[in-house]
């Protein structure tokens, strides 16, 4: 299966800071006392030429790995520290299923090369509002994370 098949069948729409999505959940329930929803899910599917660039959210995301090519991600945490992590389903290889990112985390990532496309499925808590998602500034990431600069040329 290619990604455009995936894309097509899943009817997934450009995303504003790459990859393609489309939103499979929205919880009918508010976190209590506010207008927050308490989860959202949604697919994510990336390829080559469309990398998710640097973004963060105020609120956590769970990404979960469904087919395709192992992917890199690249997370920038409020402490200045950098971190890396493969998805993808070769455990032997330490690719993991599952990761975590906690709200407020600069989060970007890429198909490992050779690979064509990743789909994965993301969960929220609370629940995704355009209004709670900040893209990335190149030259504001790199003023706190230098260290980081080649996956931040890459990423933003």
Sequence with gaps: MTSDQII?????????????????????????GTMNLIATSVYYLLTPAAV??????????????????????IFLKESGEVEKFVMGSLLEHHQVPQLHVAA?????????????????????SPGMDFQNITV?????????YAIAEKYINQLS
């Design 8 to 32: 097509r069948i899943l009817d997934l729409k450009p995303y504003l800071n790459g990859g393609f999505f489309r939103e499979t959940h929205r919880s009918e329930l508010h976190s209590l």
């Design 52 to 73: 998710s660039k640097f973004y963060k959210f105020s609120v956590d995301m769970s990404f979960h790995f469904y087919c395709g090519d192992p992917i890199t991600w």
């Design 104 to 124: 407020s985390t600069w989060v970007g990532g890429f198909v490992n090369p050779g690979g064509s496309f990743s789909l994965l499925g993301i969960i929220l």
């Design 136 to 144: 990335a500034d190149r030259e504001q990431l790199m003023t706190q």
